[in-house]
């Protein structure tokens, strides 16, 4: 595991755009698990602007969706596929994606969404956020290391922070996830941690106890590199 403090949000994301940008030089076709949030959208960002002074080539790149809210409409405002196209897919100019299909039921959903990543080989980067309970996508606490790509239902936690993005839009209460053996399998893994709110969790997923409890303390078996700012990164003995 690599552990990099940046002093910023920005610099952060700064320094997040700069690997991102190496692995795909390293491998233009390059297939990427990409997590909405707060956390990634300043990298994304950065991202957008190298894209946009011809400095970053993104069109080969393939796109894996991470999580999606189940039981919405494709154009309510609530859909994560709806945010990772806003802020990835449509500025970075990415036409290759692996999504869970709105039209199919959850489970074929989730059963056509590993093949697809199957016959494209795996992940070959995740880029993760933190969740306040130590979930990735929406793996939830307890999820063991060899669950699948699924349908669960969300967490009171889960519940509370993500209704930060909605205003005063309910959040929806299911959702389906690309499950923890594909993120376990991931060659890569960039965890972007940012903000007070963070510290503890983060320090419990790198320091603590590996459990299902915290899904994110599996991270340590992979190929993981953590980019903290420093606010999140207090908490680390
Ligand atoms: P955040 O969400 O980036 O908005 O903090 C992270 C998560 O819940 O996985």
């Not at 309970?133 to 889960?158: D, K, Y």
Request: overall charge negative; some cysteine.
């Amino acid at each position: 595991m690599k552990l990099e403090v940046l002093l910023s949000p920005e610099l952060l994301a700064a320094r997040a755009a700069d690997f991102f940008t190496a692995e795909l030089e390293r491998k233009p076709k390059l297939t990427v698990l990409v997590a909405t949030g707060n956390t990634p959208m300043l990298t994304y960002a950065e991202l957008e602007r190298r894209v946009q002074r011809q400095e970053l080539d993104c069109s080969s790149l393939t796109a894996v969706q991470l999580d999606e809210y189940l039981g919405l409409p494709e154009s309510d405002p609530r859909s994560l596929y709806g945010w990772m196209n806003r802020s990835f897919l449509e500025p970075l100019g990415i036409s290759k994606v692996i999504r869970f299909d709105p039209n199919l039921e959850p489970d074929p959903a989730c059963t056509q969404f590993e093949a697809e990543v199957a016959r494209a080989g795996g992940i070959d980067l995740a880029v993760l956020g933190l969740g306040p309970n130590g979930h990735l996508g929406f793996n939830e606490p307890p999820s063991n290391p060899q669950s699948v790509t699924r349908a669960l239902e969300l967490t009171p936690e889960s519940l509370s922070s993500n209704a930060a993005y909605w205003g005063e839009l309910p959040v929806p209460t299911h959702a389906l996830t690309a499950g923890m053996n594909l993120i376990l399998a991931a060659r890569r893994v960039l965890l972007l941690v940012s903000g007070a709110h963070k510290r503890d969790v983060l320090s419990r997923a790198l320091e603590g106890p590996q459990t299902p409890s915290l899904p994110a303390s599996y991270l340590r078996d992979t190929d993981l590199t953590v980019l903290a700012d420093i606010e999140a990164a207090r908490g680390l003995k």
